[in-house]
């Protein structure tokens, strides 16, 4: 019997009159999961009330991952405003019509795939484990420069495994038959049964635990592990070694976004190139110094030759080199020239002295905050595809 029904044969006004034509009876009520209005209608629900016009993009609600993405989202100048931070809903006040939704990681992509939420950030070993592949789900952004880690197998140091090195001489030992399988603890019920049966391991038992899996081995409940990693350190601590082989795969932050949304949901893709356009350009910024100096030449031609002779100062397309203008004994002169270029953090020191060497002086450098390429390459693979 329908919530209607059983309300109509309850209600002692109507219980006569159940089985007569009535009226059509709306009700509207409020999801607590989704936050939106559905209609029922003698006791069916009605989809088309679930449609909404405003953007949803779902970010981490705790951790590290929470505290990074907002961080990224700041430096881009997209910062998130929540009235109270017990609030799951915020709004990011440059984009307009974007809901901000904190949900936990495996949520926002369960999120992405029941069409409650368009947009996500998420690591790339959540996606993966409840993504399951969906083609429904498409990375927008695969690296976002948080997150870091790896998604490891991990064995014991000492006993049986004390010389096995490499997942093929896992999967090689006499010892695992049907009676005595491996046993693996993992929270990665999807990504650690398909790598170890990939890798020929046939006879494998998985469990789940809650808090640090590394006790596992020494406890006697689990044979190896499958978790994350992130320095090693915790595994050495516990006697624990990743083997060769045995990286499921690489993490980090990543964008990702439902295909059907993108096709179908208007203004989304618009919101989407804006995001994506922000984040490679300050991403490619980050890695990269504005290096100014004068330098004295008789000519642009001369002062440019003497500068690309020196591998580390070609800077993105080529040095900008332009004059300038002094006065000596009340004469304009054009003596020395200015040079600016863009270097890579790591080889900025290296730069600076080659810089010197050829005539560089007054040497300034400053941080970058953006890098806006003509068009952003990973907005042309988005567009492909979707088939646009």
Same mark, same amino acid.
């Given at each position: 019997?329908?919530?209607?029904?059983?309300?109509?044969?309850?209600?002692?006004?109507?219980?006569?009159?159940?089985?007569?034509?009535?009226?059509?009876?709306?009700?509207?009520?409020?999801?607590?999961? #989704?936050?939106? /209005?559905?209609? &029922?209608?003698? =006791?069916?629900?009605?989809?088309?009330?679930?449609?909404?016009? $405003?953007?949803? +993009?779902?970010?981490?609600?705790?951790?590290?991952?929470?505290?990074?993405?907002?961080?990224?989202?700041?430096?881009?100048?997209?910062?998130?405003?929540?009235?109270?931070?017990?609030?799951?809903?915020?709004?990011?006040?440059?984009?307009?019509?974007?809901?901000?939704?904190?949900?936990?990681?495996?949520?926002?992509?369960?999120?992405?795939?029941?069409?409650?939420?368009?947009?996500?950030?998420?690591?790339?070993?959540?996606?993966?484990?409840?993504?399951?592949?969906?083609?429904?789900?498409?990375?927008?952004?695969?690296?976002?420069?948080?997150?870091?880690?790896?998604?490891?197998?991990?064995?014991?140091?000492?006993?049986?495994?004390?010389?096995?090195?490499?997942?093929?001489?896992?999967?090689?030992?006499?010892?695992?038959? #049907?009676?005595? /399988?491996?046993? &693996?603890?993992? =929270?990665?019920?999807?990504?650690?049964?398909?790598?170890?049966? $990939?890798?020929? +391991?046939?006879?494998?038992?998985?469990?789940?635990?809650?808090?640090?899996?590394?006790?596992?081995?020494?406890?006697?409940?689990?044979?190896?592990?499958?978790?994350?990693?992130?320095?090693?350190?915790?595994?050495?601590?516990?006697?624990?070694?990743?083997?060769?082989?045995?990286?499921?795969?690489?993490?980090?932050?990543?964008?990702?976004?439902?295909?059907?949304?993108?096709?179908?949901?208007?203004?989304?893709?618009?919101?989407?190139?804006?995001?994506?356009?922000?984040?490679?350009?300050?991403?490619?910024?980050?890695?990269?110094?504005?290096?100014?100096?004068?330098?004295?030449?008789?000519?642009?031609?001369?002062?440019?030759?003497?500068?690309?002779?020196?591998?580390?100062?070609?800077?993105?397309?080529?040095?900008?080199?332009?004059?300038?203008?002094?006065? &000596?004994?009340?004469?304009?002169?054009?003596?020395?020239?200015?040079?600016?270029?863009?270097?890579?953090?790591?080889?900025?020191?290296?730069?600076?002295?080659?810089?010197?060497?050829?005539?560089?002086?007054?040497?300034?450098?400053?941080?970058?905050?953006?890098?806006?390429?003509?068009?952003?390459?990973?907005?042309?693979?988005?567009?492909?595809?979707?088939?646009?």
């Amino acid at each position: 019997m329908s919530f209607m029904q059983t309300f109509l044969h309850q209600c002692p006004l109507v219980s006569g009159a159940f089985n007569q034509s009535l009226p059509p009876v709306k009700l509207t009520v409020k999801c607590c999961s #989704a936050m939106f /209005p559905a209609t &029922v209608v003698n =006791g069916s629900v009605d989809r088309k009330s679930n449609e909404r016009s $405003e953007i949803r +993009l779902g970010l981490p609600s705790k951790g590290r991952m929470a505290s990074d993405t907002l961080d990224l989202l700041k430096d881009c100048q997209l910062s998130v405003r929540q009235t109270n931070p017990r609030q799951y809903v915020a709004e990011i006040p440059q984009i307009a019509n974007l809901e901000v939704w904190f949900q936990r990681p495996k949520d926002i992509v369960r999120k992405l795939l029941s069409g409650d939420l368009d947009l996500g950030i998420v690591g790339l070993d959540t996606f993966s484990e409840y993504g399951q592949g969906n083609e429904d789900l498409i990375i927008v952004h695969d690296a976002l420069a948080f997150g870091d880690c790896r998604l490891s197998l991990a064995i014991p140091k000492y006993g049986v495994f004390e010389n096995i090195n490499s997942v093929k001489e896992l999967a090689q030992m006499p010892l695992w038959t #049907a009676e005595r /399988p491996l046993r &693996v603890a993992t =929270g990665f019920t999807y990504l650690g049964p398909k790598f170890l049966k $990939e890798n020929g +391991l046939q006879h494998v038992t998985f469990s789940t635990a809650d808090g640090a899996l590394e006790a596992a081995p020494a406890m006697g409940i689990a044979d190896a592990i499958v978790d994350l990693v992130s320095s090693g350190t915790t595994l050495k601590e516990n006697n624990l070694k990743e083997i060769e082989g045995g990286v499921l795969l690489e993490s980090q932050g990543i964008m990702v976004a439902s295909k059907k949304s993108l096709m179908q949901r208007k203004g989304l893709l618009d919101i989407t190139h804006e995001i994506l356009e922000r984040f490679e350009a300050h991403l490619k910024a980050l890695d990269q110094f504005t290096v100014v100096a004068n330098m004295r030449g008789t000519n642009i031609d001369e002062v440019s030759e003497r500068i690309l002779s020196q591998p580390s100062l070609s800077g993105l397309q080529g040095p900008t080199i332009s004059p300038v203008f002094r006065k &000596v004994d009340g004469v304009v002169t054009q003596d020395y020239y200015a040079i600016v270029i863009c270097v890579p953090k790591k080889k900025l020191y290296k730069s600076v002295q080659q810089l010197r060497s050829i005539g560089g002086s007054g040497v300034l450098v400053s941080p970058l905050t953006y890098i806006f390429n003509e068009e952003t390459p990973r907005w042309n693979e988005l567009l492909s595809k979707l088939g646009l």
